[in-house]
């Protein structure tokens, strides 16, 4: 989609629709269809803001035929309730226009308010609302959207807006190209496929991207990794992507669990709960989204991705409740539940990229366990971690970023669940706080390291659109991940 500015009004605006924020509260709400109807003229819009029952609130939208001195085809009234943040608003009325255009082509956006953070916000709700996964769509029609957008009362002269439409589309790009991943089957996308896409993605970008075959998972004796792919007939693959700039001011590890498909190992999954598991690799497509996302904005931080992947299956040599194995990091570990696989993925993983690449801080993206849905719905991760600074930092990053986060304790009253008889672990605890026995298994592979886990099962992947997620793949966390680089000092 191209994206410029225009110094004219939305009055002006020759685009085929136009998107207008119109607040809740009677007062408000009548000030802002009066001020539309000034232009459209008397009558033309409230009677069927009223028959619409449309009053301003949040994701509430009315599509009506321009009329009167408006130049435009179609207006799009967006409501965004008692909403103050020019930023949010911004970016509710990119979305709204992207979605609702079909037959349209161009589209115009009013901002409450003009200024670089704005029209990055603008842009990436044009870009992510544009989004549409068609690859195996014969009606390619179907997901039509705009093809151009202006943003309108912005002065040309003012310093940085162009700047801001490229953040915002190279963020929006990298939150699609992870959606793309997630979305995909799973016949299509595995461990090895997986890689050609990072590997080919990091070369258009002038990255460094190295993969590791199995024989050579094997000879860095991440045991754990290979004990998950024991079922499958597809070989795993560890993914290393680096961007590195000149002067770097930090070093960032983001480690993704990209388990292409998790059909539950001899613990096998209910059929039902089955069909989704090709969004078990969310965490990685986060993790390569956020370093793609760095390098096209070019941030002045050393950011790598780090992903274990393989599939979860239930092949003759399968991994069994009751095995033994010898992590990276030299712990033994006993399996007790094959489908709490992802873990056992990432420790191997979290070894390595603490040993051989010294992180200032370590940040790992996973579906890890239903429990997290349980605790807190499908809606909203949760971020674990014992630094405060870095837990407040990025709590400050999602919420400029829409992107909801929930930090929950890791309680060390129950490491004593994860005591083993045979073995120096059992990977999986009692029946209570699951998620939260989940990251302290992952917590026993970090050592000294600044490190976050954040379990995203909920929203990396929902049943129907929410607020900033679409139906399907939904890319969350690159935004937030990006937003937390830009604000290293």
């Known amino acids: 989609m191209k994206i410029s500015l225009s110094e004219g009004t939305w009055d002006k605006s020759t685009a085929d629709i136009v998107a207008l924020a119109v607040p809740s509260g009677k007062t408000k709400l009548n000030r802002a269809l009066g001020r539309i109807e000034a232009v459209t003229g008397r009558g033309s819009i409230k009677p069927l803001a009223s028959d619409e029952r449309f009053a301003g609130k949040v994701a509430q939208t009315l599509k009506v035929a321009a009329a009167g001195k408006a130049k435009s085809r179609w207006l799009l009234l967006v409501g965004v309730g008692d909403e103050e943040d020019a930023g949010k608003i911004a970016w509710s009325l990119g979305h709204s226009l992207a979605l609702a255009a079909r037959a349209q082509k161009t589209g115009a ?46 002065p040309k002269a003012r310093r940085g807006l162009t700047a801001a439409i490229r953040a915002g589309q190279a963020v929006a790009e990298s939150v699609n190209f992870a959606r793309d991943l997630v979305n995909r089957p799973p016949n299509d996308l595995n461990p090895v496929t997986l890689a050609r896409a990072a590997s080919s993605e990091s070369r258009k970008l002038g990255l460094s991207c190295r993969v590791w075959n199995k024989a050579r998972i094997q000879k860095e004796g991440m045991n754990l990794l290979l004990a998950v792919n024991k079922g499958s007939a597809i070989e795993p693959r560890v993914i290393h992507v680096v961007y590195k700039p000149a002067r770097p001011k930090k070093k960032v590890v983001f480690v993704g669990k990209g388990l292409t498909f998790d059909a539950g190992g001899l613990c096998i999954k209910p059929a039902g709960a089955m069909v989704d598991m090709k969004c078990d690799m969310a965490g990685a497509a986060t993790t390569l989204g956020i370093v793609f996302a760095a390098a096209r904005l070019k941030l002045p931080v050393e ?12 092949g003759a040599k399968a991994y069994r409740p009751g095995d033994v194995y010898k992590s990276l990091e030299g712990k033994t570990v006993e399996v007790i539940n094959t489908d709490a696989e992802g873990r056992l993925v990432l420790a191997d993983v979290l070894t390595w990229a603490v040993r051989k690449l010294k992180p200032d801080f370590m940040i790992d993206h996973a579906t890890l366990t239903g429990a997290c849905l349980v605790a807190l719905g499908p809606w909203r991760a949760a971020l674990y971690t014992d630094d405060d600074k870095l837990a407040s930092k990025y709590l400050d990053a999602s919420e400029g970023e829409g992107e909801s986060f929930w930090r929950l304790p890791l309680d060390s009253d129950l490491r004593s669940t994860l005591k ?10 009692g029946r209570f706080g699951g998620s939260i026995t989940a990251a302290l298994f992952l917590k026993e592979f970090v050592g000294d390291t600044t490190w976050m886990h954040l379990d995203i099962a909920g929203p990396a992947f929902v049943d129907r659109p929410h607020g900033r997620l679409p139906k399907g793949g939904t890319g969350f966390g690159v935004a937030t991940g990006v937003r937390f680089l830009e604000g290293i000092r």
């Open 420 to 429: 083993s008889p045979i073995a120096d672990l059992k990977h999986v605890g």
């Open 303 to 314: 950011v790598h991705a780090v992903i274990g992947s393989t599939e979860n299956m239930t």
């Open 109 to 154: 956006v009013e901002l409450p308010l003009v200024d670089v953070e704005t029209v990055r916000a603008a842009t990436q709700g044009l870009v992510a609302g544009a989004y549409r996964y068609t690859e195996y769509k014969s009606d390619k029609e179907a997901a039509a959207t705009l093809s151009s957008a202006v943003i309108v009362g912005a």
